[in-house]
């Protein structure tokens, strides 16, 4: 079993609607990374949370430590934010290991 | 432009053979990581340096090897290439040896024939 889930694989969604990708994990973590990346393979860090909630514009992305769990909003989809969502954890406390594990990705597609 | 530059981006080459990618951290970032995505595994982490150091190893094969040069710059070389190496490499950087404040590059894209 990976040690890091995201669900839904694919999800197409029409213009305007609300977004949610899920991310859970089974390992303990110092932080949680989503990553977009767009058709080009360009990867762009969006959010690192360690806890609580975030918010750049359009895009929301909660975590809750206890239910290893992080959630990525997107309110108002737009075509331009079909790309694949990538969770990916880091792995440890402090300074035990620092480096990503990652999820298998989303591919949204969101159609005008 | 995210501050990590990768060359070349594209890379055919021929089973065999040998190549190196190159990374250039976003500037004055220490750390760099290198990782591979492939259609069938994802992204996966190879290697990181902290500083001129080997810091951490995750999946690289023994084919495989890098290095971070005095300027920072960081070089993953790839040897004796099998068809099943094609996929983008990725080299990201960081301040600290944790990958806070994480960027990525661009990639290269690497095809073996």
């Known amino acids: 079993k990976n040690e890091v889930e995201q669900s839904p694989q694919n999800l197409t969604a029409q213009e305007g609607e609300f977004i949610t990708i899920n991310c859970s994990y089974s390992?303990?973590?110092?932080?949680l990374h989503w990553l977009q990346q767009h058709p080009g393979g360009g990867i762009v860090s969006l959010f690192m949370?360690?806890?609580g909630k975030k918010k750049h514009g359009r895009l929301i992305a909660t975590i809750n430590i206890q239910e290893k769990h992080s959630s990525l909003h997107i309110t108002a989809s737009h075509p331009r934010d079909s790309a694949v969502y990538i969770c990916?954890?880091?792995?440890?406390?402090?300074?035990?290991?620092?480096?990503?594990?990652f999820g298998k990705g989303t591919k949204l597609s969101v159609k005008p | 432009d995210s501050g990590v530059t990768q060359t070349p981006k594209h890379l055919i080459t021929a089973t065999g053979q040998r190549v190196t990618l190159r990374c250039s951290p976003r500037?004055?970032?220490?750390?760099v990581y290198w990782y591979q995505q492939s259609l069938d595994q994802g992204l996966q982490f190879l290697i990181q340096?902290?500083?001129?150091?080997?810091?951490a190893k995750g999946n690289i094969l023994e084919r495989f090897s890098a290095q971070q040069f005095p300027d920072l710059h960081s070089e993953l070389n790839l040897s004796s290439l099998e068809l099943g190496d094609s996929a983008l490499y990725f080299c990201?950087?960081?301040?600290?040896?944790?990958?806070?404040?994480?960027?990525f590059g661009s990639g290269t894209r690497l095809t073996v024939v």
């Open positions: 949370l360690s806890s």
């Open positions: 990916a954890v880091i792995k440890g406390y402090g300074g035990s290991q620092g480096n990503l594990i």
């Open positions: 340096y902290y500083n001129g150091e080997e810091r």
């Open positions: 390992v303990g973590i110092s932080a």
């Open positions: 500037s004055g970032d220490l750390s």
């Open positions: 990201a950087s960081s301040v600290w040896t944790h990958p806070y404040g994480y960027t």
